[in-house]
């Protein structure tokens, strides 16, 4: 079992920046590629961003290019979301999670096994 804590959320102002961090514990983080998710207030629950096992390989939704970097430190068991020129549309609640299968399908969110309670980010117009 995987235990997922996300941290780094806050309210910043259109055009800052925030580092959201993932701590992993309870299983072998560099067998899982990880993910991180939003949610906004009635929407449903989205890919930003997902990294490989050994960090080689990014991949980020189209909202976020250019801004949005993903990337995992395997000797700290944490997996982070350096997010840069924030907009009000940004605005929602960031998860991160755990997939144990192939990276084909790891754009799904129903292919992660486990995650986190999710952390806020308000960004202000």
């Known amino acids: 079992q995987v235990q997922l804590v996300e941290s780094g959320g806050g309210l910043v102002q259109a055009g800052g920046s925030l580092r959201l961090s993932c701590a992993a514990s309870?299983?072998?983080?560099?067998?899982?590629?990880m993910g991180w998710f939003r949610q906004a207030p009635g929407k449903e629950r989205q890919l930003v961003a997902r990294i490989s096992r050994a960090g080689s390989t990014t991949d980020y939704a189209e909202s976020v290019k250019g801004r949005f970097t993903i990337s995992r430190d395997n000797t700290k068991n944490t997996v982070y979301l350096q997010m840069n020129n924030l907009k009000p549309e940004d605005t929602a609640d960031y998860y991160c999670?755990?997939?144990?299968?192939?990276?084909?399908?790891?754009?799904?969110?129903?292919?992660?096994?486990?995650w986190g309670q999710g952390t806020q980010v308000t960004v202000s117009s």
């Open positions: 999670a755990a997939d144990r299968g192939p990276w084909a399908t790891s754009r799904d969110l129903r292919e992660y096994d486990y």
């Open positions: 309870g299983g072998t983080f560099s067998t899982y590629l």
